[in-house]
C-alpha cells in the first residue's frame, strides 16, 4: 500500500476527528456572527484619525454567515455518511484484521502482508466515494475494483475498456 493510499484509509479510520474539526469551525463561525457589531456610527473613525469605518451591507453579512453555515453542515453530512458507509464494512472485518488495517496506517515493519485485505478495503473505500458522490452530487471518479487474482485482469481491462466506450464495445 503506498503513501496516498494510506493517508485515504487514515481518513476513513478517523473521520470523528474531522468531523469534531468542522464542528469547532462551525461553533467558531458562529461566535464570530453573534459577536460582531451592525451597529455603526457616522462618527466612527480608524485609528489614524482620518478613514471613516464602513461596515459591510447588514444583509451581505448575513448571507455570508448562511453560506458559510450551510456547507459546513454539508460537509458533515458528507463525513457522517462515508462514516457509517464505511463503518458497515468495517464490521465484517475480524479484529485481526482491523488491527492490520491500523498498523497499516502506523507503518509497523514486522507484519504479514495482507495485499488482498488491503486491496479489498481500497475498493471498498473507493465505492463509498462514488457513492458519496452520487448522494450528494459531487464530482467523483468512477470506481474500478482492484483485482487481487493476476488471472482477472482480462475482466479488469474489459470493465475498463466498456467505461471509455461508454458500453458501446470496440
Excluded at 485515504?8 to 469547532?24: A, M, V, W
Excluded at 453573534?34 to 482620518?50: K, L, Q, R, T, V
Excluded at 471613516?52 to 456547507?71: A, L, T
Amino acid at each position: 500500500m503506498d503513501e496516498l493510499d494510506r493517508q485515504l484509509l487514515s481518513e476513513y479510520l478517523y473521520t470523528q476527528s474531522r468531523k469534531n474539526t468542522i464542528k469547532g469551525h462551525l461553533k467558531e463561525l458562529e461566535s464570530i456572527y453573534h459577536n460582531y457589531s451592525f451597529i455603526s456610527s457616522p462618527f466612527a473613525y480608524e485609528s489614524d484619525g482620518m478613514t471613516p469605518v464602513r461596515h459591510p451591507p447588514f444583509d451581505i453579512i448575513v448571507n455570508d454567515f448562511v453560506d458559510m453555515e450551510q456547507e459546513a453542515k454539508q460537509c458533515l453530512q458528507i463525513e457522517d455518511y462515508k462514516h457509517r458507509e464505511f463503518m458497515k464494512y468495517w464490521g465484517t472485518l475480524s479484529q485481526d484484521e482491523q488491527t492490520y488495517l491500523k498498523q497499516i496506517i502506523g507503518k509497523c515493519e514486522h507484519q504479514k502482508n495482507n495485499n488482498v485485505l488491503e486491496i479489498q478495503t481500497l475498493n471498498e473505500i473507493h465505492q463509498i466515494e462514488e457513492a458519496t458522490g452520487h448522494k450528494f452530487n459531487l464530482s467523483y471518479d468512477v470506481a474500478i475494483d482492484q483485482i487481487t487474482n493476476v488471472d482477472d485482469v482480462q475482466s479488469t481491462m474489459n470493465q475498463v475498456l466498456g467505461m471509455l466506450t461508454n458500453g458501446q464495445g470496440l
